[in-house]
């Protein structure tokens, strides 16, 4: 399920505002990947990345444009579980979360 504007937005100022939220949305995206549910792994993704890094800052330790990471993260992308895990990983050394 596509999340609304409105509800994108929030999503993503309260991960702005909250870091505790930002990294149980993390743990949501870690469990997401690993139970194979891409999709909905990438919208929280996108969510999280605008959030906090925003797609240009985490596009460059993955050698892409700001651009091409926002549209390998929209719902209906085909980006595969290992690059999803791939920015997954970059998401968290950029905000300096451990690797669990």
Do not use: W, Y
Not at 15 to 39: Q, R
Not at 44 to 60: C, E, I, K, Y
Request: hydrophobic share 50%; with cysteine.
């Amino acid at each position: 399920m596509e999340l609304t504007q409105d509800v994108e937005t929030g999503l993503i100022e309260r991960i702005a505002a909250d870091p505790a939220f930002a990294n149980a949305m993390l743990d949501e995206i870690g469990e997401l990947l690993l139970a194979g549910e891409e999709a909905a792994a990438r919208g929280t993704l996108r969510v999280v990345v605008a959030g906090t890094t925003g797609f240009d800052v985490l596009s460059r330790p993955l050698a892409m444009t700001g651009e091409a990471l926002r549209c390998a993260l929209l719902t209906d992308s085909l980006a595969t579980s290992p690059s999803l895990s791939a920015i997954f990983s970059a998401l968290k050394r950029e905000l300096g979360v451990a690797a669990s």
